[in-house]
């Protein structure tokens, strides 16, 4: 019963989270989902035996094999659950939700061994993460709950020298729809991108350059046109068609 932890943690009336289904699906997915939560973490499941062995990465992955990031290993999760990107407030694990990385994942050697041994060696084929990957258990302290692991870019050609740009902040965006976590915030519905340019730019830029083609978008005032008067509107507007020439 892989899930049954999963379950017991979830009231499923109230969230909108997947249940799960009888683990029956083989998959090979890796999902990085950046979950705003109480506090902010990286969500980092791997897909083994139709569930989702899953950590919780507290500052994310990092490229530079020197950094050694914290990943606690949290209950394993339904296969459904990397297409799902919001949990209700007040909901256990409440919060936003963004896929920030997927892809395909390769274990080196046998998993279920590596699992039991404490380390796991894999390879992420990811749009940002890519290369060999390695998840360390840590020593359990006395009284310790939690299973500590640490999340560990291997020495790779995918891998980044000390002091380079931590990939979390250089590619902030979601893999889905390409947008970033702020653009989705305080959007209000049908208004433009915040990442686009919007009409009043545009005419602003045509405007600015000398010589160029003012774009006005106000309605002209018919007034003040020569020789013209009120009128009522016509009952019938006569359609202006093509002619073929
Ligand atoms: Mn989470």
Do not use: C
Request: aromatic letters at 6%; zero cysteines.
């Amino acid at each position: 019963m892989a899930l049954e932890a999963y379950r017991s943690k979830r009231n499923f009336a109230a969230t909108a989270e997947p249940r799960g289904r009888t683990p029956h699906e083989m998959s090979d997915m890796f999902v990085v989902q950046k979950h705003d939560a109480t506090r902010l973490h990286y969500d980092f499941p791997l897909a083994l035996d139709g569930v989702l062995k899953s950590w919780a990465v507290t500052r994310g992955p990092s490229l530079i094999p020197g950094e050694k990031r914290l990943a606690v290993a949290v209950e394993d999760h339904p296969l459904e659950y990397t297409d799902f990107v919001r949990i209700a407030e007040g909901e256990y694990g409440g919060g936003s939700v963004i896929v920030w990385d997927r892809g395909a994942w390769t274990p080196i050697g046998d998993p279920h061994k590596g699992l039991k041994k404490g380390q796991l060696d894999f390879e992420l084929r990811g749009q940002k993460l890519r290369g060999r990957w390695h998840l360390i258990r840590m020593r359990a302290k006395p009284r310790e709950k939690r299973e500590n692991w640490l999340l560990i870019k291997g020495d790779d050609e995918f891998a980044r020298p000390a002091g380079t740009t931590d990939i979390l902040d250089e590619r902030p965006e979601l893999v889905k729809t390409g947008g970033s976590i702020d653009d989705l915030v305080g959007e209000s519905p049908g208004s433009p991108s915040k990442t686009g340019k919007t009409e009043k730019e545009r005419t602003h830029a045509a405007a600015a350059e000398p010589g160029s083609r003012t774009l006005t978008r106000a309605t002209p005032d018919p007034s003040a046109v020569e020789g013209v008067s009120k009128q009522p509107l016509p009952g019938f507007v006569e359609p202006m068609l093509a002619t073929l020439s």
